[in-house]
């Protein structure tokens, strides 16, 4: 399969899943889109009506940026799944008139990171997920109802909250791959390794392998 193919069928949102009511809103900044195994279990969940994931296109630049610079894919196959995401998540994207130019200091120590703090504010943001919690943990998201944390603190509330659908899209998330297939406990043992124990140890009870 090509990697155009291949991103198209990660990121097509599912056919048949319905959204009840308003999602929680969930910019996912560049630290929690990778290793890939987190990434495809949150996209899943979001493609299942879990939560709405939203984007920037500076978000998509720098995950680029910094997947081809650790040598996890090659500029094209990167380009090739941020190009699906234009296209099947489209309607997503944070317009970036709303934040421009608002990236004030206060916002984040880190002076890479005040523009995604920004939009996050100005485009209705609920959840920004990170695993950069110092630089995103300021008081004046905190005071714009942001809330700031880990993919595993995330995936921990959504099993509590939401515990069959979330269930549900995990296992779907173990049979979509392919190379090399995975079980879904499987999944939840990669998934502790990639940066969410906490998830994995509270979902493994459901699972049946």
């Known amino acids: 399969m090509s990697n155009a193919k291949l991103a198209a069928t990660l990121f097509a949102p599912r056919s048949g899943c319905k959204p009840l009511a308003r999602l929680q809103r969930v910019f996912i900044d560049t630290s929690e889109l990778f290793p890939f195994t987190i990434m495809d279990v949150l996209l899943t969940m979001s493609e299942d009506f879990l939560f709405t994931w939203v984007w920037t296109d500076e978000v998509l630049e720098e995950w680029e940026e910094v997947i081809v610079r650790e040598g ?12 699906a995401v234009r296209t099947h998540f489209g309607r997503y994207r944070i317009d970036a008139r709303l934040y421009q130019g608002k990236a004030s200091d206060e916002l984040s120590p880190d002076s890479g990171d005040r523009l995604h703090a920004a939009a996050c504010i100005h485009g209705d943001v609920d959840v920004l997920l990170t695993r950069n919690l110092k630089d995103f943990k300021t008081p004046a998201l905190s005071q714009s109802g942001v809330e700031v944390m ?44 990639a940066g969410a124990p906490q998830f994995a140890e509270h979902v493994r009870p459901y699972l049946n392998d």
């Open 72 to 83: 996890l894919r090659t500029p094209e196959s990167a380009r090739s799944v941020t190009d």
């Open 150 to 193: 880990t993919s595993d603190t995330f995936l921990s509330k959504l099993l509590s909250d939401r515990l069959e659908a979330a269930v549900e899209s995990f296992t779907r998330a173990a049979d979509a791959k392919k190379n090399p297939p995975m079980t879904s406990i499987e999944l939840a043992d990669a998934i502790a390794r």
